[in-house]
C-alpha cells in the first residue's frame, strides 16, 4: 500500500485550484430489511480542477457505486454531491439530465456506443440532446472523431470498429459538450495493452491541453502512476485527501 500510494506527480498541490468536485460524506444503500447492503460508507472527496485522479481498490470496494454517484448517473442515499457550486443531489431529473449531458463525460470499460448509429451519429448525440448547446452536431462530431485519429471511421458502426477505436469514439463522445469532467470506469479494462496505451495517451492529451478534470477507476497500478494522485476504496470507504498525504509522508 505504502508504494501503491507514492504516485503524486512532483509539483501537484490537492486543493490549489477551485474544486470541480466536492462530495460530503455519501452514503449508499441497496435493498430493503434485512436484504439491505451499505455500499458507500460516508464518503469524503475533493476533486481540483483539472486534476486527473485515480480511483482504485478491491472488486467490490464499491469504485463503480462511488463514480455513478459523484457523476450523477446514479442517486445517493445521503451526503451531497457538488459539481461546479451546484448540489446535484438536490436536482430534479430534469436538470440532473441537464448537468450529466452538460457538464459530464463518461466512459465505460465496455464502450457502450449505440450499436445502430454510426461513430459520427454516437458522438453528435449528446450536442442534439442539448437543446441549448452553442455546438453544430455535425461540425462537432467531426472535429472530435479528427481529434481522436478517427476522421476514416465516421460512418462505421460500433460493429464495424475494432475496440480501442470504439472506445476513441467514446472519448469523442464524452467531449461533445465540452464537459468540465471526464469519468472512465476501467476505460481500458477490454482493451489490450496497445489500444489500452492509445487510449491512455488520448486521456492524459486531453488534460494536458484542455485541462479536463478526469476520474478513472483503475485496476491498472501503471495507469494509476500516470495520473495526478490516486485514493483508495474499501468496503465502502475512502482514505480522503488527508489520510493519503499522512500514509505518503510516514511511508517516505
Ligand atoms: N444494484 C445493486 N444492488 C445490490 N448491490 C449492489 C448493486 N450494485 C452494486 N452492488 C454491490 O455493491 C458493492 C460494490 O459494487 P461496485 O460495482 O461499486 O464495486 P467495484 O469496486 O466497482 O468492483 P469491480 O472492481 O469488480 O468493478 C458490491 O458488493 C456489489 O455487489
Ligand atoms: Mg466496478
Do not use: W
Not at 472530435?144 to 475494432?162: A, T, Y
Not at 475512502?238 to 499522512?246: N, P, S
Amino acid at each position: 500500500m505504502a508504494t501503491a500510494l507514492n504516485i503524486y506527480a512532483a509539483g501537484f498541490v490537492p486543493g490549489a485550484a477551485p474544486a470541480a468536485i466536492e462530495v460530503h460524506q455519501i452514503t449508499k444503500e441497496y435493498g430493503e430489511g434485512d436484504s439491505r447492503v451499505q455500499v458507500l460508507k460516508g464518503v469524503d472527496l475533493t476533486i481540483a480542477r483539472g486534476e486527473m485522479l485515480a480511483i482504485m481498490g478491491p472488486s467490490g470496494s464499491g469504485k463503480s457505486t462511488l463514480l455513478g454517484a459523484i457523476s450523477g448517473l446514479d442517486t445517493v442515499t445521503s451526503g451531497q454531491v457538488i459539481i461546479n457550486g451546484t448540489d446535484i443531489t438536490r436536482l430534479g431529473e430534469n436538470a440532473l439530465a441537464r448537468v450529466r449531458n452538460r457538464n459530464i463525460g463518461f466512459v465505460f470499460q465496455t464502450f457502450n456506443l449505440i450499436s445502430t448509429l454510426t461513430a459520427q451519429e454516437n458522438v453528435e448525440l449528446p450536442v442534439l440532446l442539448d437543446r441549448k448547446s452553442s455546438f453544430n452536431p455535425s461540425k462537432r462530431a467531426q472535429e472530435l472523431l479528427d481529434l481522436v485519429g478517427l476522421s476514416h471511421r465516421r460512418k462505421h458502426r460500433p460493429g464495424q470498429m475494432s475496440g480501442g477505436e470504439q472506445q476513441r469514439v467514446a472519448i469523442a463522445r464524452a467531449l461533445a459538450n465540452d464537459p468540465e469532467v471526464i469519468f472512465g470506469d476501467e476505460p481500458t479494462g477490454n482493451l489490450d495493452s496497445t489500444n489500452g496505451e492509445a487510449v491512455m495517451q488520448l486521456l492524459t492529451d486531453l488534460k494536458e491541453e484542455t485541462g479536463k478534470t478526469l476520474v478513472l477507476v483503475t485496476h491498472d497500478p501503471r495507469i494509476a502512476a500516470q495520473c495526478d494522485r490516486a485514493v483508495y476504496m474499501h468496503d465502502g470507504r475512502f482514505l480522503d485527501d488527508a489520510d493519503v498525504q499522512q500514509s505518503m509522508r510516514s511511508s517516505r
